[in-house]
């Protein structure tokens, strides 16, 4: 890693871009086994977000960040974790920048979303600490360090057992990893560790997209993430 750089602050705060958007930036971290209903769910809760709360929001999918920035990797233990650690980095960009970030990833190791929570967190607190280069009088500064108390990251375990997701399989990876035809996939033959204590746990095999959905709303209502105020 290169040690002769210095992170340049904008003159343009979170705080600024968060009044600007009325939201306040945040990361949904979508995990669970494949077929789950992760980005069912995120691109319902989008949908949801901007047509009907007029909120800005963008999904990074798992699948969609393969075949561009990570296209360079595989499915081993080494390639997940640097795969979430590159879709960390661009969350946090993202919600810097203000955004509410649907981000839907199978993200199987504890250590990994570990690490993305720890990321944000730290990286807010640094802006906080600095300022974040723009003109703050004290009111801005009070603002801020009490908006520091809401999560960047919100983990949410979308729980659906494996029986449930061979079951509807929509793109037939089950069946190509019961023949061994895909090595290294997440709950036939690699592991998943289910979240310990995630803020939400959406049980898919139970309730309808719309329930998730409504859950979801009424969680970043009730946390403030919906207005900038």
């Known amino acids: 890693m290169a040690t002769n750089i210095t992170w340049h ?30 980005s069912t769910i995120a691109t319902a809760l989008e949908r949801e977000l901007v ?40 969350c946090n960009l993202f919600t810097d920048a203000g955004i509410i970030v649907l981000a839907a990833f199978v993200s199987p190791y504890k250590e990994d979303r570990d690490k993305v929570r720890a990321l944000l967190d730290e990286t807010d607190q640094r802006s906080i600490e600095s300022g974040g280069g723009g003109d703050k009088g004290p009111n801005e500064t009070s603002m801020q360090q009490s908006k520091s108390k809401t999560k960047n990251f919100i983990e949410i375990y979308v729980k659906a057992d494996v029986s449930t997701c061979e079951e509807r399989d929509p793109k037939g990876l089950y069946k190509r990893a019961r023949s061994g035809e895909i090595k290294n996939f997440t ?20 309730n309808s997209v719309d329930e998730c959905v409504a859950q979801l709303v009424k969680f970043l209502n009730d946390g403030g993430y919906l207005s900038a105020g």
Do not use: M
């Open 51 to 90: 047509r009907n709360h007029k909120k800005t929001t963008y999904i990074l999918d798992g699948d969609n960040i393969r075949h561009g920035l990570n296209k360079d990797l595989g499915f081993g233990p080494g390639d997940r974790q640097e795969n979430i650690r590159r879709i960390g980095e661009v």
């Open 187 to 206: 709950g036939i033959s690699a592991p998943f560790e289910e979240p310990e204590s995630p803020e939400v746990v959406l049980d898919s095999k139970k």
């Open 9 to 38: 602050h904008s003159h343009i705060t979170r705080s600024d871009r968060e009044r600007h958007l009325d939201q306040r930036g945040v990361t949904l971290w979508f995990t669970g086994l494949s077929g789950s209903g992760k």
